[in-house]
């Protein structure tokens, strides 16, 4: 899903609150899948979750010129897509800051 978890606002939040305090800073939202479904699927979908982490911090006052978005989709795993546990840790994103 592409949804935010009520457990991340929290992280979206403080994020929302560093960009504010730093208006030098600008992020790349990367987005990423676990191992299962198609690739075009979960890339598709990896790029979804970015544009949603983008959304929420744009609610909060972010401007949108300083994030940029990427959907990595599968190719990118931190574990194992061979169990729950590893599954989940893949499913993510994960915030790179870029040149200002």
């Known amino acids: ?5 009520p457990e991340s606002e929290k992280i979206i939040s403080e ?3 560093m960009l504010t305090e730093h208006d030098d800073i600008n992020l790349s939202i990367e987005g ?3 191992g299962d479904g198609t ?24 401007d949108s010129n300083r994030l940029k978005t990427k ?8 574990d194992s897509n061979e169990t729950k546990e590893g599954k989940a ?5 994960e915030f790179v800051l870029l040149d200002s």
Do not use: C, F, M, W
Not at 71 to 78: A, D, M, R
């Open 32 to 34: 990423h899948t676990d």
């Open 1 to 5: 899903q592409a949804t935010i978890k």
């Open 71 to 78: 959907g990595l989709g599968e190719s990118k795993p931190v």
């Open 39 to 62: 690739a075009v699927y979960n890339l598709e979908l990896s790029q979804k979750r970015a544009d949603a982490v983008k959304a929420a911090l744009i609610e909060k006052g972010i």
């Open 15 to 17: 994020i929302s609150k």
């Open 89 to 93: 840790k893949n499913r993510r994103v």
